[in-house]
C-alpha cells in the first residue's frame, strides 16, 4: 500500500491557475501508475487525469484536455497536476490515486486504482 498527501488546492478566480502535488510514501513510487480525480459537490467522482509509471503515456478527461497538465517526478515521488485557465465548473475536491503497475500504462477508470489520498479543495470564483 502507497500513502499519498495531496495539496496546493485553494480558491482561485476564473481564468486563474493551480498546481497540485501528492506525495507518495510507502513503496516504490516508480513502480505505481498515478491518477487524478475530482469530485463536486452532489455529483459522483470523476477521473481528470492519469500518467504511467514512467510518463510515456498520458490520459486526460476531455473537458479538462489543452487546460490540465499531468506530470511527475520518480525521484521525488510526487504527481502533479497543473491546472490552467481554470473554469467554476473545476471546483471540486480532488483526490490522487495510485495503482501499482506491472506495465507503463495511464489507467482512467476508478476502479484500477488501489490506493486514494484524502483530497485537496478547488474552489473556482467566477
Known amino acids: 500500500q502507497v500513502q499519498l498527501v495531496e495539496s496546493g488546492g485553494g480558491l482561485v478566480q476564473a481564468g486563474g491557475s493551480l498546481r497540485l502535488s501528492c506525495q507518495a510514501s510507502?513503496?516504490?513510487?516508480?513502480?505505481?501508475?498515478m491518477g487524478w480525480f475530482r469530485q463536486a459537490p452532489g455529483k459522483e467522482r470523476e477521473f481528470v487525469a492519469a500518467i504511467s509509471r514512467s510518463s510515456g503515456s498520458t490520459y486526460y478527461e476531455d473537458s479538462v484536455k489543452g487546460r490540465f497538465t499531468i506530470s511527475r517526478d520518480n525521484a521525488r515521488n510526487t504527481v502533479y497536476l497543473q491546472m490552467n485557465s481554470l473554469k467554476p465548473e473545476d471546483t471540486a475536491v480532488y483526490y490522487c490515486?495510485?495503482?501499482?503497475?506491472?506495465?507503463?500504462?495511464?489507467?482512467?477508470?476508478?476502479?484500477?486504482?488501489?490506493?486514494w489520498g484524502q483530497g485537496t479543495q478547488v474552489t473556482v470564483s467566477s
Open positions: 510507502g513503496r516504490t513510487f516508480s513502480n505505481y501508475a
Open positions: 490515486a495510485a495503482v501499482q503497475a506491472r506495465y507503463s500504462v495511464a489507467y482512467y477508470r476508478e476502479d484500477d486504482y488501489s490506493d
